[in-house]
């Protein structure tokens, strides 16, 4: 401790030092609800977030040529650097008719849950992707409080 430090203790009082054990537990309470509330306030920007991710897949919209040019260059590079696997897009469970239910038991029926967005990526890669040979599997991707969360679409090539 500097002596600058060590001289402002000792201008204070015990009183000021010390704090007693129902002032430390206020303290302590205080503290924990403004983290709770900051928690509560981020956990609801994400919240809208997701509901606004959510609203923009929904469209269904055919997926445009450029975009398609776009994501072709993505599986060249992602070849090029030895892998043979991309993933194609992630989206929220809600973007299935079932929450994801399908998928994560790996039915056969699964691509019939997609809706929006993810149903165009799928139909997509069913009329210009399986052809050429790729493959294409869904998964859950992440367990928010153990319950399924995103939904990663992934396309393969060997």
Same mark, same amino acid.
Do not use: H
């Given at each position: 401790?500097?002596?600058?430090?060590?001289s402002?203790?000792?201008?204070?009082?015990?009183?000021?030092?010390?704090?007693?054990?129902?002032? +430390?537990?206020?303290?302590?309470?205080?503290? $924990? *609800?403004?983290?709770?509330?900051?928690?509560?306030?981020? =956990? @609801?920007?994400?919240?809208?977030?997701?509901q606004?991710?959510?609203?923009q897949?929904?469209s269904?919209a055919?997926?445009?040529?450029?975009?398609?040019r776009?994501?072709?260059?993505?599986?060249?590079?992602?070849a090029?650097?030895?892998?043979?696997? +991309?993933?194609?897009?992630?989206?929220?469970? $809600? *973007?299935?008719?079932?929450?994801?239910?399908?998928?994560? =038991? @790996?039915e056969?029926?699964?691509?019939e849950?997609?809706?929006?967005l993810?149903?165009?990526a799928?139909?997509?890669?069913?009329a210009?992707?399986?052809?050429?040979?790729?493959?294409?599997?869904a998964?859950?991707?992440?367990?928010?409080?153990?319950?399924?969360?995103?939904v990663?679409?992934?396309?393969?090539w060997q």
């Amino acid at each position: 401790m500097t002596d600058k430090n060590r001289s402002s203790l000792d201008n204070l009082s015990d009183d000021d030092i010390f704090m007693s054990v129902k002032a +430390l537990k206020s303290y302590v309470t205080e503290i $924990e *609800m403004a983290k709770a509330k900051q928690s509560l306030e981020a =956990q @609801s920007r994400a919240d809208r977030a997701k509901q606004e991710l959510i609203e923009q897949l929904k469209s269904d919209a055919p997926i445009s040529a450029e975009r398609l040019r776009a994501f072709t260059l993505r599986v060249k590079a992602a070849a090029e650097a030895g892998q043979t696997e +991309l993933l194609m897009g992630r989206f929220p469970c $809600e *973007m299935c008719t079932d929450r994801g239910r399908a998928i994560n =038991q @790996s039915e056969p029926g699964w691509p019939e849950t997609l809706t929006g967005l993810p149903r165009q990526a799928y139909l997509t890669w069913k009329a210009k992707l399986q052809p050429l040979g790729y493959q294409l599997k869904a998964m859950i991707i992440d367990w928010p409080e153990g319950a399924p969360g995103d939904v990663g679409l992934y396309l393969s090539w060997q």
